[in-house]
């Protein structure tokens, strides 16, 4: 069982930065996939970013690519989300999951975190 806690979003400006901090509990979270979704309302929740167990492949959305990098901290059992750059279309409620496998479907991910606000004004 992993039990997963999001912080750091909040009300930045266009072309602000933020980042988000996904605290794990649970001695297995090193061996599973990490990703973050975020979902905006009347929309469906969309992947963001993974980064495999051992931190040497990540992968991103296009909309997120170059402006955002996911990593992770086994021994802290913590992951992080940095976003620069930030956009309007960013605003969101950005999960943080974890799962055995690497997708970006989100019912591939058995864990999630309750959410945190991200809304960048313009």
């Known amino acids: 069982q992993v039990q997963l806690v999001e912080s750091g979003g909040g009300l930045v400006q266009a072309g602000g930065s933020l980042r988000l901090s996904c605290a794990a509990s649970?001695?297995?979270?090193?061996?599973?996939?990490v990703g973050w979704f975020r979902q905006a309302p009347g929309k469906e929740r969309e992947f963001v970013a993974a980064?495999?167990?051992?931190?040497?492949?990540?992968y991103y959305a296009n909309s997120v690519k170059g402006r955002f990098t996911i990593s992770r901290d086994n021994a802290k059992n913590m992951a992080f989300l940095q976003m620069n750059s930030l956009k309007p279309e960013d605003t969101a409620v950005y999960y943080c999951?974890?799962?055995?496998?690497?997708?970006?479907?989100?019912?591939?991910?058995?864990?999630w975190g309750q959410g945190t606000q991200v809304t960048v004004s313009s």
């Open positions: 999951a974890a799962g055995a496998r690497t997708d970006t479907w989100p019912r591939a991910y058995d864990y």
């Open positions: 649970g001695r297995t979270f090193s061996s599973y996939t």
């Open positions: 980064v495999r167990w051992s931190a040497s492949n990540t």
